[in-house]
C-alpha cells in the first residue's frame, strides 16, 4: 500500500506561471502598453461635496505620514508615497512563503480645469483623505452672449406704439 501526501496549500513559487495570473497579466500589458501595472496603483474615490468642495480618500495601508507627499502645481495635485525600511524588514525575513503584500512607489496625478486650493489631509486607518476646492475664477466662468437683431427690435418698439 503506497501513500502519497496532499498539501492543501498551493505550491507557491514567485516564477510559477498559475502563482498570481491577474498580476503577471497585468504586468505584460503594463510592459506592452508602458503605464504602470493596475496592482502598483492605490486605489482611490473623489468625491463632490458641493459646488466647490471636494473629497479624494486614497487607500494606502502600511504607509506613514512621513513616507508620503502631497502637492499642488497650477491646476495639478500630485500625491507620491515612497516606503521607508522596506529593505531592512526583507532583510530579517529568512525565506518567503507567499509575498502578496507589496509596498511599491507610486505617484498619482490629478490634472484639474481650474486651480485648486487644499484645505485639509489626513491620515487614518490606512485611508489617506484630502479635502480641497476648486473655484472658476468670475471671467473664465461661461457668459451668455445675447444675439442683436436691429430690425426686429425695431417691429416690437413698432407693436408696443
Same mark, same amino acid.
Given at each position: 500500500?503506497?501513500?502519497?501526501?496532499?498539501?492543501?496549500?498551493?505550491?507557491?513559487?514567485?516564477?510559477? @506561471?498559475?502563482?498570481?495570473?491577474?498580476?503577471?497579466?497585468?504586468?505584460?500589458?503594463?510592459?506592452?502598453? !508602458?503605464?504602470?501595472?493596475?496592482?502598483?496603483?492605490?486605489?482611490?474615490?473623489?468625491?463632490?461635496?458641493?459646488?466647490?468642495?471636494?473629497?479624494?480618500?486614497?487607500?494606502?495601508?502600511?504607509?506613514?505620514?512621513?513616507?508620503?507627499?502631497?502637492? @499642488?502645481?497650477?491646476?495639478?495635485?500630485?500625491?507620491? !508615497?515612497?516606503?521607508?525600511?522596506?529593505?531592512?524588514?526583507?532583510?530579517?525575513?529568512?525565506?518567503?512563503?507567499?509575498? !502578496? =503584500? =507589496?509596498?511599491?512607489?507610486?505617484?498619482?496625478?490629478?490634472?484639474?480645469?481650474?486651480? =485648486?486650493?487644499?484645505?485639509?489631509?489626513?491620515?487614518?486607518? !490606512?485611508?489617506?483623505?484630502?479635502?480641497?476646492?476648486?473655484? @472658476?475664477?468670475?471671467?473664465?466662468?461661461?457668459?451668455?452672449?445675447?444675439?442683436?437683431?436691429?430690425?426686429? @427690435?425695431?417691429?416690437?418698439?413698432?407693436?408696443? =406704439?
Amino acid at each position: 500500500m503506497s501513500y502519497r501526501s496532499f498539501s492543501f496549500l498551493p505550491n507557491i513559487d514567485q516564477n510559477s @506561471v498559475f502563482s498570481n495570473r491577474f498580476n503577471q497579466i497585468d504586468k505584460i500589458f503594463s510592459t506592452l502598453t !508602458g503605464e504602470k501595472p493596475l496592482s502598483d496603483t492605490p486605489a482611490y474615490n473623489l468625491f463632490q461635496i458641493d459646488e466647490h468642495k471636494y473629497e479624494l480618500i486614497l487607500s494606502i495601508p502600511g504607509y506613514e505620514e512621513k513616507e508620503l507627499d502631497i502637492s @499642488v502645481h497650477n491646476s495639478q495635485l500630485t500625491v507620491q !508615497g515612497k516606503k521607508q525600511n522596506q529593505e531592512n524588514d526583507d532583510k530579517k525575513i529568512k525565506k518567503y512563503l507567499h509575498k !502578496g =503584500i =507589496i509596498f511599491n512607489d507610486f505617484s498619482l496625478n490629478f490634472n484639474f480645469d481650474h486651480k =485648486i486650493q487644499v484645505k485639509k489631509a489626513e491620515l487614518f486607518s !490606512g485611508l489617506l483623505k484630502i479635502n480641497f476646492e476648486c473655484r @472658476v475664477p468670475d471671467e473664465e466662468k461661461p457668459k451668455k452672449i445675447f444675439i442683436n437683431i436691429p430690425n426686429k @427690435v425695431k417691429e416690437i418698439e413698432k407693436n408696443k =406704439i
